[in-house]
């Protein structure tokens, strides 16, 4: 394709799980987790509000287990192998035998209506984020084991009519070798880490240090990001690399100042690839809204106020990870 005069494109990508996203650090599901997440469901149809009257195009990357309807369709769903984590306490199937369900339409756990309901909003791409929440850098796994899961995934979308092309990491676990598997089940995208030092994935990922620089970058300006335009990205073979931008981080009471640094970087940094005519890729969890879901949808709806200006002065284009693929694998 060719890049003369190429306008800015800003792509959106969202990690959808509910629980399946955080069962290792959040064990046990209480009073104020049902909560999150019963907030959380109730906000994701107020996004698609949000981004079907911006025209805003959306990647969502979807846990497979959330197709469920219920306890049954789980138990007839499980992949062979399923991951041999050595750590048991990031196996989603060993979080399940240990707790059990709330119940057996457990909200926490199955979404196929919210899927039905994003499938059905104009702009919105459907893509995986793996079938159990999968870590592809834990000890124990294997490829056989990452296989069957990508397949399982793929099977359950192509079920409901969707055909899946983006992938999302759970926990951003890229692992070059598995990418063939990822090609082998028809992906052709997926989203790869800002390209900066603390966050870069490691098992280290967690250190004081790290966290530092990715909570303060948000905030303010710890080093400038790193313009990426289309014609960068490498187009060699499958999956094609999309890097993120920015992690849009919720809300939070009692820190307005912090809150509005936060804003302002993002508003900047959209601005800036605008401008420039290069691709700017924003994500978070729709979790995120769970705690404090009208502040958060507030901020969504400046951000999609703030990118329809920006469409009208400089022709600023939205596009989710299907479609930037698309458009880049056309010669």
Same mark, same amino acid.
């Given at each position: 394709?060719?890049?003369?005069?190429?306008?800015?494109? *800003?792509?959106?990508?969202?990690?959808?799980?509910?629980?399946?996203?955080?069962?290792?650090?959040?064990?046990?599901?209480?009073?104020?987790?049902?909560?999150? *997440?019963?907030?959380?469901?109730?906000?994701?149809?107020?996004? !698609?509000?949000? +981004?079907?009257?911006?025209?805003?195009?959306?990647?969502?990357?979807?846990?497979?287990?959330?197709?469920?309807?219920?306890?049954?369709?789980?138990?007839?769903?499980?992949?062979?192998?399923?991951?041999?984590?050595?750590?048991?306490?990031?196996?989603?199937?060993?979080?399940?035998?240990?707790?059990?369900?709330?119940?057996?339409?457990?909200?926490?756990?199955?979404?196929?209506?919210?899927?039905?309901?994003?499938?059905?909003?104009? *702009?919105?791409?459907?893509?995986?984020?793996?079938?159990?929440?999968?870590?592809?850098?834990?000890?124990?796994?294997?490829?056989?084991? +990452?296989?069957?899961?990508?397949?399982?995934?793929?099977?359950?979308?192509?079920?409901?009519?969707?055909?899946?092309?983006? !992938?999302?990491?759970?926990?951003?676990? +890229?692992?070059?070798?598995?990418?063939?598997?990822?090609?082998?089940?028809?992906?052709?995208?997926?989203?790869?880490?800002?390209?900066?030092?603390?966050?870069?994935?490691?098992?280290?990922?967690?250190?004081?240090?790290?966290? +530092?620089?990715?909570?303060?970058?948000?905030?303010?300006?710890?080093?400038?990001?790193?313009?990426?335009? !289309?014609?960068?990205?490498?187009?060699?073979?499958?999956?094609?690399?999309? #890097?993120?931008?920015?992690?849009?981080? #919720?809300?939070?009471?009692?820190?307005?100042?912090?809150?509005?640094?936060?804003?302002?970087?993002?508003?900047?940094?959209?601005?800036?690839?605008?401008?420039?005519?290069?691709?700017?890729?924003?994500?978070?969890?729709?979790?995120?809204?769970?705690?404090?879901?009208?502040?958060? !949808?507030?901020?969504?709806?400046?951000?999609?106020?703030?990118?329809?200006?920006?469409?009208?002065?400089?022709?600023?284009?939205?596009?989710?990870?299907?479609?930037?693929?698309?458009?880049?694998?056309?010669?």
């Amino acid at each position: 394709m060719s890049f003369m005069n190429q306008k800015g494109t *800003f792509c959106i990508s969202l990690d959808f799980e509910l629980h399946w996203g955080c069962f290792e650090t959040m064990k046990v599901l209480d009073e104020k987790g049902k909560t999150y *997440f019963h907030n959380t469901r109730k906000a994701i149809p107020e996004m !698609l509000k949000i +981004f079907s009257a911006a025209e805003l195009h959306v990647t969502w990357a979807t846990v497979g287990m959330l197709y469920h309807r219920n306890v049954k369709e789980w138990e007839a769903h499980r992949p062979n192998p399923i991951p041999a984590f050595e750590n048991p306490e990031v196996s989603a199937y060993a979080w399940v035998e240990k707790n059990g369900f709330l119940h057996d339409t457990d909200e926490c756990h199955f979404a196929p209506e919210l899927i039905a309901q994003i499938k059905d909003t104009p *702009f919105q791409e459907i893509g995986t984020h793996t079938y159990a929440h999968y870590f592809c850098l834990e000890a124990g796994q294997t490829r056989e084991q +990452f296989e069957a899961d990508i397949q399982m995934a793929c099977r359950l979308a192509a079920e409901q009519g969707i055909a899946i092309k983006s !992938l999302v990491f759970p926990r951003n676990q +890229f692992k070059e070798s598995y990418l063939s598997v990822c090609r082998e089940a028809g992906i052709t995208a997926v989203r790869t880490s800002p390209d900066i030092w603390y966050w870069a994935y490691s098992h280290s990922s967690g250190s004081f240090m790290k966290r +530092f620089f990715r909570a303060g970058d948000a905030y303010l300006k710890f080093q400038p990001i790193k313009m990426v335009y !289309l014609k960068d990205i490498d187009t060699a073979a499958l999956p094609l690399h999309l #890097p993120a931008s920015r992690l849009y981080r #919720p809300w939070r009471p009692k820190f307005a100042l912090e809150n509005k640094l936060k804003m302002r970087r993002i508003l900047n940094e959209m601005t800036a690839a605008a401008q420039k005519g290069a691709y700017y890729h924003i994500w978070w969890h729709p979790e995120n809204f769970g705690s404090y879901p009208e502040a958060c !949808l507030n901020e969504l709806k400046v951000m999609a106020e703030h990118y329809m200006r920006l469409k009208e002065k400089y022709g600023f284009e939205s596009l989710n990870m299907g479609e930037i693929t698309d458009r880049l694998m056309i010669k």
